[in-house]
T-cell receptor
Framework: EPEVTQTPSHQVTQMGQEVILRCVPI?????FYWYRQILGQKVEFLVS????????KSEIFDDQFSVERPDGSNFTLKIRSTKLEDSAMYFC??????????????FGPGTRLTVT | DAKTTQPNSMESNEEEPVHLPCNHS???????IHWYRQLPSQGPEYVIH???SNVNNRMASLAIAEDRKSSTLILHRATLRDAAVYYC??????????????FGQGTILTVHP
């Protein structure tokens, strides 16, 4: 069964450093998402991406964040200058061939980001 | 997104049916009702979704009230592996929204052996 994969599973970085979290969505999916979950809190939407551009982003997704689909298979989230409060589990998700709210999203296992 | 209300927690015994309720009184005619769950230390997992009619799949059933202001996720025989947080979500439809999911607190389901 196809699945979303994410690397690395755990990333430790120092405050102020840049990190890139990588995701490989399901191959024929067209809609891509990043969510995050701070320990003990709700899952929060960060950004959605379709047709090589951001379709929607939350208030959390400020200028420090960017997303890219560099090669048609990977989908990346970059944080330019990490802060302590960026420590969280980051989940990538992808959605079906037509996308939108009628289609289910498939989530990856997550990358745990720890900023020290 | 339309607001949903779920109980904070529910308990069940293994191999018994579980009915997880969700209220969504402000639902609009085009809102789909989605259910996801999150097992401990894992990412969210799609369970089921529907619009008006009741739906069944290999994981669960979704019963939707006639006025669509509430729905119930039914796990026919709970297993220990079903212990998770269950989320009822109405993704925003239309405009520039491409199915953003807004997770609430969900219902923590505990399954006893």
């Amino acid at each position: 069964e196809p699945e979303v994969t994410q690397t690395p599973s755990h990333q430790v970085t120092q405050m102020g450093q840049e990190v890139i979290l990588r995701c490989v969505p399901i191959s024929n999916h067209l809609y891509f998402y990043w969510y995050r979950q701070i320990l003990g809190q709700k899952v929060e939407f960060l950004v959605s991406f379709y047709n090589n551009e951001i379709s929607e982003k939350s208030e959390i997704f400020d200028d420090q964040f960017s997303v890219e689909r560099p090669d048609g298979s990977n989908f990346t989230l970059k944080i330019r200058s990490t802060k302590l409060e960026d420590s969280a589990m980051y989940f990538c998700a992808s959605s079906g061939t037509s996308g939108g709210p009628t289609y289910e999203q498939y989530f990856g296992p997550g990358t745990r980001l720890t900023v020290t | 997104d339309a607001k949903t209300t779920q109980p904070n927690s529910m308990e069940s015994n293994e191999e018994e049916p579980v009915h997880l309720p969700c209220n969504h009184s402000t639902i609009s005619g085009t809102d789909y009702i989605h259910w996801y769950r999150q097992l401990p230390s894992q990412g969210p997992e799609y369970v089921i979704h529907g619009l008006t009619s009741n739906v069944n799949n290999r994981m669960a059933s979704l019963a939707i009230a006639e006025d669509r202001k509430s729905s119930t996720l039914i796990l026919h025989r709970a297993t220990l592996r079903d212990a998770a947080v269950y989320y009822c979500i109405l993704p925003l439809a239309g405009g520039t929204s491409y199915g953003k999911l807004t997770f609430g607190q969900g219902t923590i389901l505990t399954v006893h052996p």
